[in-house]
């Protein structure tokens, strides 16, 4: 069964204290991996596409990674407005249009 | 920007009814899903239309669920005889192929209550 796997559940950081979010994948004939960034009450906001292991997208204090069976967020540098639940997903080749989403990562930056 | 929008935001109903949920995607997507989010878990697909039908379904999406584009721009989720275990908020998303179809833009959802 294709699975998305996050970790931790839960992460409270520092202003300032950088970390990373991690998220495993069995999913057979892998397309493509996402980040989603959800605020609470809100639906998921896109953050990145990676397609093949080595592959690397930033965007402001995001750095999403990609391997062969995993995919890093790091999180550099975190300011309070970061703050959301943090969203891996998954579509493979056998699923046409079907997204996979992981359970997520609930980031607090305190200030 | 360009934004899904979802009406209602809430609704509440009674067990056995029928409910629509309402959906205007990004105008130019050719895209569209339904997701559902039960309180605490993951963000479930439920399904995809494309070309005026339904391209893929969950196992979730059975008989009770049907989704319709009436005109070019509304799109909608029926539930045909709601039960407790529908209560979840609804998403409804849109995407283009030209930006890669698993782009996904999300509306604020539709938070619906059985009781």
């Known amino acids: 069964e294709d699975q998305v796997t996050q970790s931790p559940e839960a992460l409270r950081l520092q202003e300032g204290e950088s970390s990373s979010l991690n998220c495993s994948y069995t999913?057979?004939?892998?397309?493509?991996l996402f980040w989603y960034r959800q605020d609470p009450g809100k639906g998921p906001e896109f953050l990145f596409t990676?397609?093949?292991a080595g592959e690397e997208k930033e965007k402001e204090r995001l750095k999403a990674t990609l391997t062969k069976k995993e995919s890093f967020l790091h999180i550099t540098a975190p300011k309070p407005e970061d703050s959301a639940t943090y969203l891996c997903a998954a579509s493979y080749s056998g699923g046409y249009q079907k997204v996979t989403f992981g359970i997520g990562t609930k980031l607090q930056v305190i200030p | 920007e360009p934004e899904v929008t979802q009406t209602p935001s809430h609704q509440v109903t009674q067990m056995g009814q029928e409910v629509i949920l309402r959906c205007v995607p990004i105008?130019?997507?050719?895209?569209f899903y339904w997701y559902r989010q039960i309180l605490g878990q993951k963000v479930e697909f439920l399904v995809s239309f494309y070309n005026n039908e339904i391209s893929e379904k969950s196992e979730i999406f059975d008989d009770q669920f049907s989704v319709e584009r009436p005109d070019g721009s509304n799109f909608t989720l029926k539930i045909r005889s709601t039960k407790l275990e529908d209560s979840a908020m609804y998403f409804c998303?849109?995407?283009?192929?030209?930006?890669?179809?698993?782009?996904?833009?999300f509306g604020s959802g539709t938070q619906l209550s059985v009781l």
């Open positions: 999913v057979s004939g892998l397309r493509g």
């Open positions: 105008s130019n997507h050719l895209y």
């Open positions: 998303a849109s995407s283009d192929p030209t930006g890669g179809f698993e782009k996904l833009f």
């Open positions: 990676l397609y093949s």
